[in-house]
Nanobody, 116 residues
Framework: QAQLVESGGGLVQPGGSLRLSCAASGSIFRFVDMGWYRQAPGKQRELVASITSGGSTNYADSVKGRVTISRDKAKNTVYLQMNSLKPEDTAVYYC??????????WGRGTQVTVSS
């Protein structure tokens, strides 16, 4: 069964940076578009950034200019470089296919907390 394992989160001060990683098991992930999503307490999960199998990227307005999504197909890994972090970026971050399948299966996610 395909699995997604997110890592790289942590506690960071406002203005700091983090690099999140998503390791995917299952070769299918090399050929599909992928996204990073996040869910803040009390809020719905939202798309942060997406990347096509060809490497084209798209970003939510709230993170545009501060975040870069990338992928390494050889490692079956998707990354999210986050700079100039703000308290409102605090959330659990997940990766998954984009768009989401009808019944998505989620990993545990990785917690990002931006606080002084």
């Amino acid at each position: 069964q395909a699995q997604l394992v997110e890592s790289g989160g942590g506690l960071v001060q406002p203005g700091g940076s983090l690099r999140l990683s998503c390791a995917a098991s299952g070769s299918i992930f090399r050929f599909v578009d992928m996204g990073w999503y996040r869910q803040a307490p009390g809020k719905q999960r939202e798309l942060v950034a997406s990347i096509t199998s060809g490497g084209s990227t798209n970003y939510a307005d709230s993170v545009k200019g501060r975040v870069t999504i990338s992928r390494d197909k050889a490692k079956n890994t998707v990354y999210l470089q986050m700079n100039s972090l703000k308290p409102e970026d605090t959330a659990v971050y997940y990766c998954n296919r984009y768009p989401l399948p009808s019944i998505p299966s989620w990993g545990r996610g990785t917690q990002v907390t931006v606080s002084s």
